[in-house]
């Protein structure tokens, strides 16, 4: 038979749950905070690895495609075309 003993009971084991999950989530939300910064370092890393990447390419050239090799030799003796 229910009584008011076992709603307030069944009221205190309802309001412990409730507690217990937004403890769950504020967890999670601050796990996700921290996942997030480390996904942004991580992106920001790899976009650097990219940054070498082109930088190491652009100190090796194949094809000559700096301004200063697509110079005839006159215009190197004169000091350009300025």
Do not use: H, W
């Not at 003993?5 to 921290?34: F, G, M, P």
């Not at 495609?65 to 004169?78: A, F």
């Amino acid at each position: 038979m229910i009584n008011l003993e076992k709603i307030n009971e069944r009221k205190e084991v309802i309001a412990k749950d409730i507690e217990s999950v937004r403890t769950r989530l504020n967890e999670y939300d601050k796990a996700k905070e921290k996942d997030t910064a480390l996904l942004n370092a991580l992106l920001g890393a790899f976009q650097q690895c990219d940054a070498f990447l082109k930088e190491l390419d652009d100190d090796n050239p194949e094809g000559g495609s700096d301004v200063e090799n697509n110079l005839t030799e006159d215009e190197q003796k004169i000091g350009g075309t300025d």
